[in-house]
């Protein structure tokens, strides 16, 4: 049988449902962004570590020139490494029908004989070609997605200067390709780029690399030295133009993935404890008023002979109530929403399966968590049951002790009228309260500040690097460096309006016991198209002689401008030379180095060359344009700088309208439930002297405008702190956004502050009006009437 | 006698609740004159605090007709209503009702601020005896100053009519005394009529005419031809 106090319970959860609910909801929005960000992150690790391992994905990965096949007997033979699988990986143009653009392949072996050791394609359909044939292709999975091809389709590529017709006999995916970005691309174009698995054979004869190979991957033993390994690798490939093995977690694919994890560890750990919080003190707030209203109750109770401990664990049940029901909704809205994010991830990510990570721990861990916040909320209120003496409890409470505040002999303080000094005297009475309340809604303004800033930074990002540095329409690249007459025979290409040359050199660079492998640019001093911006976003000539550091680079290496770096190239006679570092620059892509065009052709010992070039064009005569250009047959690959910001904002777009809708939801129930609380209990206190002004004459308006005034007050002061929470979370999120891949600056507009305000101003005020109907149908007599 | 301020002809309240009817006014015909203090005696439930209500325009009727001078009370609306508590009328409960985040000064102020002609609230707390007690929260004053505070809150606009429910009822016979004494004063400075609400027998000698309600209806007024002062009142 259900217990008297339980049925009491019922009934006040019943009448409070309006504020339990809003409770309820703000611990629901903590619960589910757990769940959301800890499931999302851990069926995303999950899928992508069964996919490694599954289709055994390589610890490290090199590139050489032409290396013997033979090598593959020793490069085995390093220590820790577990298996070896050298192949041929080339760049080529695609020309498909009914595509005006160039789109770029890449070109990978695979074995004849038996199966790829390392990172083993998931066929999707079809077949892999046969051994020798030149004209057979098995392609990605994303590409085939974006152009409608199916087993059967052809399309057109330029193997080793060569045009030749392909057939699609497979689709698949690759373990390096879950994030597939093309050369010069800032975010995977599915259209513009694809990974065009061949015969060895085939590949062998088309590109003359008959018993040979120029990249391989490398798995190690469990425990083996990755960096040692990497070290011996290169210097097996060394002779055989090796430019630096990378390890596993700068393979772009995965370094991609890591990015992605990391931005849902950081929701995880800054989200939900917003939340846990708030609800902590709104719990808090509503408790201690309820318990004030029933101060005769619980004497009475106590009279009777039920004990405090009784008592005290009735109240502490209706947190737990409304915890249960915040619980409830969280676990919800957070696995709908987290298999919502991974679906989407896979869609971003290509993942041939995927795992929805079903933990019960973080259902136990997210209710547990939220339990404990919610009973540190209702500890002191409850507490207060415990110790107040049933005599004292049946007497009423004096009225409320109020003081003169010291500011109101200002003079401005004058100009007020006594409804104006009640809002004010009512909030500083109830320091705490007034403080939470204002901290509550400058949350729920700090996440938006933190979401939408992002905007103004990535927007700020485009156009420093579209419009101000490389501002190219597109870059042309070579297959291997070409001599610097190359640059006027793109030149005179139709339509090519412009062009700029630019030298690419793989290179280590060391300072002290800090290195990098990274690539040199060579540029022309005074490049008009692609520019080289210095800190303050201005034009750099390139000095003739020194580096040119991006700041990250300059970051990592720990140098200063004046400072000596050595640099060991990584190809041709692999020169070693050490230079100053002349300037430090602005770069928010990649790990920039540059130097003086001719300065690294001198360093280099070498004849003048070319291993890509920035053109502007034509539009008219695009067509023309790219028609020529897949003729040419030493181009690998052609980047459109028009094409990647469109692809650019077209993503962004998609993916900015779903978190906007998230955080303005996640903020509005955080400003309206707060609010809304706040405006419940003032109501609760208040409500016969709000009786009593309406008794006096005053006007519904002029009632409501007492409460009111308080409100805007309180989030007019909650505002401005928001703000400053904000720009504080908004910098966390740049510096744990920061990888060698990317760095987003750090820019909040004034219109991101804002809209911020705004929607909060907007659910805030939604909500006080609600309760504002309250108090015009007070019922004036029964609210006089009673006793306090 | 002078002009009558409120004339009531067959004013009748009923209050559903459920499928109950609760008779509270059965038809109620009286006249309050200028000036006078009139008291209303009856049992809880005889249908005074209604009649009250409905006088001070806080309640409704369900039939019949009050009018204050020549306004209509019974045929106005929620903000009419409003408007004439506003210029009006002068209420005073039970418990205080005074706001407990304002001072004594400045809850009589809050009326100076929206009537037309007022005594300040420094006159008006004098008037009550209180002009040692302005700046004094609620908190800070006892059961019969609050009490009084009420009083100045309620008289500062020069109202014509002084409604009063049990003002005494709260109190101890020596305090209520104090709040009695406020009363006759204001009403003799003042001249403002004042209908007055207890149970308490006791008090109806301060009055110029008794009204005794049972069970809805009201009896003859009876009309004290000596009134007694406040200060021979004992409880």
New interface residues.
Partial sequence: MISLLDKKLFRDFLRLWGQALAIALVMASGVATLILAVGAYRSLEETRAAYYERYRFADIFATAKRAPAHLKDRIITIPGAAAADPRISEFALLDIEGMVHPATGMVRSLPDHGELILNRLYLRSGRLPEPGRVDEVTVNESFANAHGFRAGSTFKAILNGRKRTLRIVGIALSPEFIYALGPGDFIPDDSRFGVLWMSQKALESIFDLEGAFNSVTLKLQRGASEAEAIRQLDDLLEPYGGTGAIARKDQQSHAFIDGELKQLDGMSRVIPPIFLLVSAFMINMTLSRLIALEREQIGLLKALGYGRWRIAAHYLKMSLVITAVGIAIGFVAGTWLGHGLTVMYADFFHFPFLIFHRGWDIYVISAGVTALAATAGAAKAVYSVVTLPPAVAMSPP???????IGIERLAVFKIY???T??AL??MI?WPVRTGFTILGVALSVSLLVTSFFMIDSVEFMIDATFFRSDRQDATVTFTDERPFRVLQDVERLPGVLRAEPIRNTPARLRHGHLHRKLAIQGKPPGTDLSRVLDLDLNPVVLADSGLILGEKVADLLNVNVGDDVEIEVLEGKRVKRTLPVSQIIQSYLGLSVFMDLDALNEMLDESPSVSSVHIDYDTAKLEELFTAIKGLPAVSAIASQRAALAKFRETLAQNIYIMTAVYITLSVIIAFGVVYNSARIQLSERV??F??????????A?VSRVMLTELVILILLAIPLGCVIGYGFAKLVIVSFESDLYRIPFIISSQTYAFSSLVVMAAAIASALIVRRRIDRLD??KA????? | MREPLFEVEGLTKVYHSGDMEIHALRGIDLALYEGEIAVLLGPSGSGKSTFLNILGGLDSATSGHVRFRELELTSMDERDLTQYRRKHVGFVFQFYNLIPSLSARENVGLVTEIATDPMTSEEALGLVGLEHRLDHFPAQLSGGEQQRVAIARAIVKRPEVLLCDEPTGALDSKTGVRVLEALTSVNEELGTTTALITHNAAIRGIAHRVFHFADGRVGRPKVNKRRVAPNKVTW
Wanted: charged letters at 30%; glycine letters at 6%.
């Fill in positions: 004096a009225p409320t002790g109020y003081a003169h009228t006594q409804l000094m009640m005297r009512h009475r016969r002297e009786a009593s002004l309406r008794v006096l004459g005053f006007t519904r002029e004036l007599i006089l009437k009673t006793r306090e």
